[in-house]
């Protein structure tokens, strides 16, 4: 069964530039959960998509913004890019559903450097 | 609101003598915990979880951890620490109310596991 898979692993931008980010969730998990990852702030949140549909949002601006496909591949973007912006992100997929949160499956993230 | 707090943010231990890594949380209602480990360039990895069912948790690796709702904690602890335990760990509770599931965890700042041969 494949992991779950971010692509690009590593990305250089430039302040002002936009840019995506791709996951792909285990196959048959509905819900994909993004997180950014810094020294300072530690993991945060970003959001969740469930079946197409923003499930839940952390405290960022709008530059960041996602979305989710009919067959669960997320994509995450982030517009006006600045240096803060410089971080590790994770995808993490799991099955979404049930009263009990099942356990999230990450990926190897992507490392976003904005120059 | 959910909470983790991670008591050490560095632990330092022999080869073959045992880890504890310390968690509290603080939540509203009963949490579903997770032990994840961050091996350097790597994603998290699964140690173990927590979800109102036997409040010893068995992991990977030998880990095993300890819900106490008294005391609010959730430690990590390994009887014989492995050259190969040395990484990041975060202690992660998850932001669910009762009425479902939310997909969004809480992590904590993380403890980083030194193991000094």
């Known amino acids: 069964k494949a992991g779950v898979t971010q692509t690009p692993r590593y990305l250089i931008k430039t302040r002002g530039q936009q840019v995506t980010l791709s996951c792909s969730p285990i196959s048959g998990h509905r819900s994909v959960s993004w997180y950014q990852q810094t020294p300072g702030q530690g993991l945060q949140f970003l959001f969740e998509y469930f079946s197409e549909t923003q499930r839940n949002k952390g405290n960022f601006p709008g530059r960041f913004s996602g979305r989710q496909f009919s067959n669960s591949r997320s994509e995450m973007n982030v517009s006006t890019l600045e240096l803060g912006d410089s971080a590790l992100y994770l995808c993490?997929?799991?099955?979404?559903?049930?009263?009990?949160?099942?356990?999230?499956?990450f990926g190897q993230g992507t490392r976003l450097t904005v120059v | 609101a959910q909470s983790v707090t991670q008591l050490d943010s560095h632990v330092s231990v022999s080869e073959g003598t045992p880890v504890l890594l310390r968690c509290n949380y603080s939540?509203?209602?009963?949490?579903?915990l997770f032990w994840y480990v961050q091996h350097p360039n790597k994603g998290l990895q699964l140690l173990l979880k927590y979800t109102s069912a036997a409040t010893l948790v068995k992991g990977i690796n030998g880990f095993e951890a300890e819900f106490k709702k008294s005391e609010t904690s959730f430690h990590l602890t390994k009887p014989s620490a492995h050259m190969s335990d040395a990484a990041e760990y975060f202690c992660?509770?998850?932001?669910?109310?009762?009425?479902?599931?939310?997909?969004?965890?809480?992590f904590g700042q993380g403890t980083t596991l030194q193991v000094k041969p």
């Open positions: 993490a997929s799991s099955l979404g559903t049930g009263t009990m949160n099942t356990e999230a499956f």
């Open positions: 939540s509203s209602y009963s949490p579903s």
């Open positions: 992660v509770v998850s932001d669910h109310p009762i009425s479902g599931n939310t997909g969004k965890l809480i």
